[in-house]
């Protein structure tokens, strides 16, 4: 069974970093793009960024610059490393993966950036 379980969540002044991480298990994520999406309250779930298995990068326009995605496949581990860090990302920020063409989702961790 697929599973993802992020962490790394917390409150943050403007301005600040976090660096969240996305633990797998139940799938070779070498083999395997994952993606972070976060929802603000009100909003719908939106597309962050994105790394292929073979390490290729894409972001939304409104974080890029700021945010960087990576991979340790021997942690069997997703990062996303967050600078800058401005308002409007607040969120709860969920990582992803389709595996057989079904979409599997973590349970999210908030980030608050405070003014």
């Known amino acids: 069974e697929v599973q993802l379980v992020e962490s790394g969540g917390g409150l943050v002044q403007v301005g600040g970093s976090l660096r969240l991480s996305c633990a797998a298990s139940g799938l070779a994520l070498d083999d395997y793009a994952i993606g972070w999406f976060r929802q603000a309250p009100g909003y719908k779930r939106e597309f962050v960024a994105t790394?292929?298995?073979?390490?290729?990068?894409n972001y939304a326009d409104s974080v890029k610059g700021r945010f960087t995605i990576s991979r340790d496949n021997a942690k069997y581990t997703v990062y996303l490393q967050m600078n800058s860090l401005k308002p409007e990302d607040t969120a709860v920020y969920y990582c992803n993966v389709y595996k057989s063409g079904n979409p599997y989702w973590g349970q999210g961790t908030q980030v608050t950036v405070s003014s």
């Open positions: 790394i292929t298995s073979s390490g290729i990068t």
